[in-house]
């Protein structure tokens, strides 16, 4: 196992991790999760996505959320949602530019997408005590 | 017809477009191409996507341009990938910015969709005369 | 905002509503589930999909339906299905037709996509009392 | 080999052919094209799809098409969409119906694969003489 | 009804199933499950996909078993991947190549895809009692 | 840069390549078609899929051609599909196993991704001089 790489995944992912509350130490919870199954994969989560990639310069943790969000809207995949949209409110993203991105994502993903994932970020904004100010956005 | 809606995609798709070459007035392009066949498509285009959702506080233009080419990779959608990567250049991102863009979607769409994008990019990078600086992000 | 195209929106919108049931006015369902986080997107929804879209000549409201469940089993969006079951019933398909429409995708997005839709208009058909005459299709 | 249903998939199918040019005969053209690399998917589709499914009850043929290219403008498979546009308007469809059919999937697959799909479009209605009645669905 | 090509669906599909637990007489399963919404479609699971595809020469149970999986991961359908997960090992699939698979899918469907694949897995192998080698794998 | 995960995707990626024709020495192909935008998108592809997960026990190249190869039909990635039927070949698939594959998948994906996939068969097929033996497998 490559200890640098790892650890700097480790590193990164607690830059998307709020430590004082149920979602921290978010590489512990991946690692337990996939123990019994299937280790390597919480491994190549960790190193390759957050070691390699994650960790680049050119973008930022903010736009790297961005971008992530955006695939994940578009192909429908509503667990990672769930987790993206937590990490990116802790990278910085504010709930008004994630539902901007959800209403840019509208003309290129059709509305049921999108619609699907506003459930979603309801979910996560009333567990994190969001509210959402339309007047900046509408 | 709402011409206030028309008039403000208009306006929103300038902003996406040099005037000075063969890019210019993409509006007048979209009109042509769909003149023809159908000409609502044209006129949704410009009144709903630009007209009513790109013009939008909440996102600036670049950052709408992310989540749209983070969209298109994702769902495979080539020819509008050459169009808004040409677009994202406009409204200022950089190509180091787009690269790394594609780079940070490996892990979510996987490699294909990325290859096939970067042959797209390569096309539009090269009809611009853009040289990517390696060295910025890697 | 542009009441015209909204109050089109909405009497279209009517039309693939029962009035006397629980699914009444699912204009005001779809302003109050969206309200507290992205009360612009239900006005999209009303006024460009309903008022602009459906309310066009060229297809009338059952073929509308029609086309649009195509789109729902193919791309798989299944809370989005219940609902239009829902509608296209509402707007006169016979649930033998929407039955008949999954056995056509079969051979166009394979059989998991269809199964999981039959799934969800069992559901809708057993909530309605609906009885599917098995020997008119098949 | 089941004699039947391969006969009643090759009626099918001839009602979808106009024999007087070169669409003529698609059976035989689908058996050319596969026959040194996989006869048997040429015999699947001429007896599954067309001798089972499109010989069903409950749809009529022109509403098999509709459903068919509403799913191939989903998943964005266009030598397909050539093919069943052609068909589809050898089954009835007006071209006015085509084109409505993809301005009411905007909304549930985003503009992307619709403006794709009508590229394809307008190269069979070229090829055919066919000119779009703007003013029936406009 | 071709009872031929019936019973050899039968036949096959019996050769997934292990008798002797609740899992027996998968084709009873699906013939029940739909025979008042559309028994039709379960007689064309048996008749051609069990039928005419899975009772052919070229490739084995396992290695069909393989390629089903592979493509449902590929397109996110999670209910058809419990049945085949389970289909899969009945077959003689090792829990290891299963998850095996899941790892070479990664660098194609990407991440997400196979997190909830993988949440599926842990279900039906903990149904099952199955515990993975790890060792053996990684 | 990591030089022995590196080396092992180049050993790895040697076995998938026929050493004495055109498409000898993959790694460096891909090397080359990315150094001037995205050298770490190559620097990915060999170190982590090639290098990290090819390289893995579990499954043999045979059947990991056989998992990709399936992947890339379900989602349409045609270019990808070309350099692994090819990667397959080399792996050791007999051209019968590969078709059989696509047969297998026409009740997952339908019959157009398939039909598609099947003209790229016939053109890689065409320029090994491969002749599909019929028999075999029908």
Do not use: C, W
Not at 72 to 78: A, D, E, R, S
Request: aromatic share 8%; no cysteine.
């Amino acid at each position: 196992m490559d200890k640098m790489r790892y650890q700097k995944g480790v590193d990164k992912l607690m830059e998307y991790t709020v430590t004082d509350n149920k979602e921290a130490f978010t590489h512990l919870k991946i690692e337990e999760n996939l123990k019994d199954i299937s280790p390597d994969v919480s491994r190549f989560i960790i190193e390759f996505t957050y070691g390699d990639i994650y960790t680049r310069p050119g973008l930022d943790n903010k736009l790297r959320s961005l971008v992530t969000i955006s695939s994940l809207v578009t192909q429908g995949t509503l667990p990672q949602l769930e987790l993206h949209i937590n990490a990116g409110l802790t990278a910085g993203l504010k709930p008004e530019e994630i539902i901007e991105t959800f209403i840019q994502l509208l003309s290129y993903t059709g509305f049921p997408r999108v619609l699907n994932t506003i459930e979603v970020a309801k979910k996560v904004f009333k567990q994190k005590g969001i509210t959402v100010q339309i007047s900046e956005i509408e």
